[in-house]
């Protein structure tokens, strides 16, 4: 059974850095992209990053310049390095990754989500 555990939220004032961290776990076969997503009560779900297996990234375009995505493919966990936090980045972020379960079998997984609260 494979697993996405994020850690590292919480609540930032306006201009602050938080760093999010999902670490995936269980039988797989290999990782192919990793990223994250948020949703902000009332919105819908928006990409935030994503990171591929060779290590191109894409980012949603309001956080352009002030997030980075990172991976430690060892490990099995990707980063968000997020900085010059604004109130408008209040959200749900959750870790998204396509995952190898075997060579023929890849799916989408789902973290449980981590509160990102940025006060004015």
């Known amino acids: 059974q494979v697993q996405l555990v994020e850690s590292g939220g919480g609540l930032v004032q306006s201009g602050e850095s938080l760093r999010l961290s999902c670490a995936a776990s269980g039988k797989i076969f290999s990782i192919n992209a990793m990223g994250w997503y948020r949703q902000a009560p009332g919105k819908q779900r928006e990409l935030v990053a994503t990171?591929?297996?060779?290590?191109?990234?894409n980012y949603g375009d309001s956080v352009k310049g002030r997030f980075t995505i990172s991976r430690d493919t060892a490990k099995r966990t990707v980063y968000l390095q997020m900085n010059s936090l604004k109130p408008e980045d209040t959200a749900v972020y959750y870790c998204?990754?396509?995952?190898?379960?075997?060579?023929?079998?890849?799916?989408?997984?789902w973290g449980q989500g981590t509160q990102v609260t940025v006060s004015s």
């Open positions: 990171i591929g297996s060779g290590g191109n990234t």
């Open positions: 998204w990754s396509s995952i190898t379960l075997s060579p023929s079998i890849f799916r989408p997984y």
